[in-house]
């Protein structure tokens, strides 16, 4: 108690849209400072979430806090936070300098400030004014469009626009800033710079910052923190580091990371060995969470090799991707499509149908039981074989 | 490369004549159509405005600008151009700022979108002349419900249709009637292709009030429509005949005259086609000049290029 949580917390919020759940009791904190990135595939709610906190709709159930303060109920203008659009949302008929001066305008000047004619003679409206064009001079200056203040929208590139949309988020010093899959409409190069800027600019406004994407690795090199979601649910929340090596669920395993995880059925025994098609893998679960029966095992494509003994597999064909290249294979015990990264200098001779055993180290093996759940407490058998 | 497109150059010009040939060929039915239905017509009623020709008359004589001079001193064409003017300017605005008004009325309610538009676009498809009876009884003096309805509340109505106060007010307002359900489904069309995310984005931006969004978004976003709106609307409302002819013929006393009726008057029933003409190219020069001014001078502030 006592504490103020500073920056978004999201408690359980729900939202159904014609009956179905689109947000299952969604719950998230961002705190000040921090970039948290919304990865999930296309439909899973992401957006919804997003106006939901902006304000733009409201929630069927739960609460939402910014900086300490419960604005469930708020409008959006009350709540000050910022959001940048997928289709950036500028104003067509405005000039990049009145778009950026929007969200000041609005909180600075009274209605008859703001009127075309009278506005400029109304009795405070010159210093009002005054103030907002320095602080669109020092947003337009932070994004580089100082000479772009005088265009219309139509009038500049793709990048040119995410800008100013940026530029028109960061002007009034939002408590959150929320960014709807900002990059999305520019191309590969464009894109993969940009990322850099918009962490920069994070780190410059200092707000807490949520950024929904459906680009995972968007959500891995740019965020602090990573909340995965899926179909209306928060599977896990951690740094990128931790979602790609040590997923929660099997749905965070195999959305994150390509190509996709390996995963393999196997079998638990009542001594915790793990089988994959009788094959014994070097994995026993120990512990409280010992369970037994169906399971599986998951595998990055990279922590798989060739070897001379391992599990069985044939080759359909391989993929040089540059700096690695890709193995596909099918298991021959289940028939399961794997897929083993080499390094590239390898160039094994492999024609389609021919037989290779996979090795892996079972350390870096990961188990989840028959709902996805993941086993932590495992450890490694020394000699497979022989058990 | 460069040689097989050098020797395959004048095989294509050969084969760009050819397709001019099919071109024309195919362009040939429209082509006499235009010419004969509209282009010729136009050039018959031009010629004719610079004659004395009466339909049935043996011959006619060239008299340059006399008609022209005539309708300056005719008294009978000052007020039907007068009254046009009248009638276009209430009607413009008051179908315009009318179906605009619904149309955000229907958009921002969640049902009934399909009645509305249904119920005011009706006025568009009935025929007016059928629906001008209708208005006859209604603003009947004595037996007109709109009358037995002021009475109730102690007026005594005008006779709307026969008093010169009244009845050029009475036919602007069956003309924004007849065009409101037409600029109605024009704006709801706008209305929908404006994307949800700009209101959103003015939302979060501190719009306070529905007014300030409408000024920030709708309106600006609804420009080119509204231009459109306004053209064809002017157009339509100079254009004002078929409630004139069957309602008022130009009466009281040529207090309801319009430009359309005055030259109906002038060739089919005084049979001066000359005179008549020039009327019309009074009317086409005013249309022309709606036109461009639609073209010229406002497209350009509505489409933020
Ligand atoms: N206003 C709405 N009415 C009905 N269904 C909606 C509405 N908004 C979103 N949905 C549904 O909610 C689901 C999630 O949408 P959204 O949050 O936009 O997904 P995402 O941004 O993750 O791609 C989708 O299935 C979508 O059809
Ligand atoms: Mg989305």
Redesign the interface.
């Known amino acids: 108690m006592g504490v103020i949580v500073t920056g978004i917390v999201v408690e359980k919020v729900t939202r159904h849209f014609a009956g179905q759940p689109v947000l299952k009791g969604v719950s998230l904190a961002v705190a000040a400072g921090e970039f948290v990135a919304l990865v999930g595939p296309s439909g899973c709610g992401k957006s919804t979430l997003m106006?939901l906190i902006?304000?733009?709709d409201r929630p069927d159930g739960g609460r939402i806090l910014i900086n300490g303060r419960d604005v469930t109920a708020l409008?959006?203008?009350a709540r000050n936070?910022?959001?940048v659009?997928?289709?950036y949302?500028l104003?067509?008929?405005l000039t990049v300098a009145e778009n950026i001066a929007?969200?000041l305008s609005?909180?600075r000047m009274g209605?008859a400030q703001?009127l075309p004619l009278i506005g400029r003679i109304w009795p405070g409206s010159r210093a009002a004014r005054r103030g907002i064009a320095e602080d669109v001079r020092s947003a337009a200056l932070a994004l580089g469009l100082t000479n772009l203040l005088e265009r219309?929208?139509?009038?500049l590139s793709g990048g040119q626009r995410q800008r100013v949309a940026l530029a028109?988020a960061i002007v009034r010093q939002p408590a959150a800033f929320l960014m709807d899959e900002p990059l999305s409409n520019l191309d590969a190069a464009l894109r993969v710079h940009t990322r850099r800027e918009i962490v920069e600019i994070h780190r410059r406004a200092g707000a807490a910052t949520l950024y929904v994407t459906h680009d995972q690795s968007e959500a891995l090199t740019m965020a602090d923190r990573v909340a995965v979601m899926q179909a209306g649910e928060i599977l896990q929340v951690a740094s990128p580091r931790a979602i790609y090596a040590d997923p929660d669920d099997l749905r965070v395993a195999t959305f994150i990371g390509s190509p996709r995880i390996n995963t393999l059925p196997a079998e638990i025994d009542g001594h915790g060995l793990t089988r994959v098609a009788g094959f014994p893998t070097g994995v026993r679960l120990c512990g409280a969470e010992r369970i037994t029966g169906a399971a599986t095992l998951a595998l990055r494509p990279e922590d798989l090799y060739l070897a001379d003994g391992g599990i069985p597999a044939t080759a359909e064909g391989l993929e040089f991707l540059g700096e690695s290249l890709l193995l596909h294979a099918r298991h021959v015990g289940t028939g399961t499509a794997l897929v083993v990264r080499l390094p590239p200098e390898l160039v094994p001779d492999l024609p389609p149908g021919s037989r290779v055993t996979l090795g892996f180290d079972p350390a870096r093996a990961l188990l989840f039981d028959a709902r996805g759940r993941r086993l932590r407490d495992t450890a490694v058998v020394p000699e497979p074989s022989l058990v | 490369m460069s040689e097989a497109v050098l020797s395959a150059a004048p095989a294509r010009r050969e084969g760009a004549t050819g397709e001019a040939l099919t071109a024309w060929a195919l362009g040939l039915p429209a082509v006499l159509a235009y010419l004969v239905l509209l282009l010729l017509p136009t050039l018959a009623a031009i010629l004719l405005a610079f004659t004395d020709y009466e339909l049935g008359a043996p011959a006619f004589a060239w008299i340059g600008l006399d008609n022209f001079s005539e309708l300056l001193r005719d008294r009978g064409f000052a007020q039907a151009l007068r009254n046009t003017v009248f009638y276009v300017a209430v009607v413009t605005p008051g179908s315009i700022l009318g179906a605009l008004a619904l149309a955000l009325l229907i958009e921002a309610g969640t049902r009934g979108r399909t009645l509305f538009r249904a119920v005011f676009f009706l006025p568009v498809v009935s025929l007016t002349v059928a629906m001008a009876s209708a208005w006859q009884y209604l603003l009947h003096p004595s037996i007109g419900p709109l009358n037995a309805v002021l009475r109730q509340v102690g007026i005594d109505g005008p006779a709307w249709l026969s008093s010169s106060d009244t009845v050029m007010w009475s036919l602007a307002a069956i003309g924004i009637w007849e065009n409101l359900g037409f600029n109605l489904v024009l704006f709801l069309a706008g209305l929908t292709a404006i994307?949800r995310?700009?209101y959103?984005?003015?939302?979060?931006?501190?719009?306070?009030s529905a007014w300030?969004r409408f000024r920030?978004?709708t309106w600006?976003?609804l420009?080119p429509t509204t231009l459109f709106v306004l053209t064809i609307t002017m157009i339509r409302s100079v254009r004002v005949f078929d409630t004139v002819k069957v309602l008022t013929q130009g009466g009281p006393n040529r207090a309801s005259e319009v430009l359309l009726h005055a030259m109906y008057l002038e060739g089919f029933t005084y049979f001066r086609l000359g005179y008549s003409a020039a009327i019309t190219l009074v009317f086409l020069a005013i249309v022309l000049a709606l036109m461009w001014l639609q073209t010229r001078v406002l497209d350009k502030r509505v489409h933020?290029?």
Not at chain 1, 152 to 155: A, E, F, I, L, V
Not at chain 2, 200 to 208: I, L, M, S, Y
Request: aromatic share 6%; no cysteine.
């Open positions: 106006r902006a304000g733009i409008r959006p203008a936070v910022a959001m659009f997928q289709s949302a104003y067509p008929h929007v969200p609005m909180r209605v703001r219309r929208p139509s009038q028109r | 994307p995310e700009m959103a984005a003015a939302e979060v931006d501190g719009a306070p300030e920030l978004v600006p976003m420009g933020y290029g």
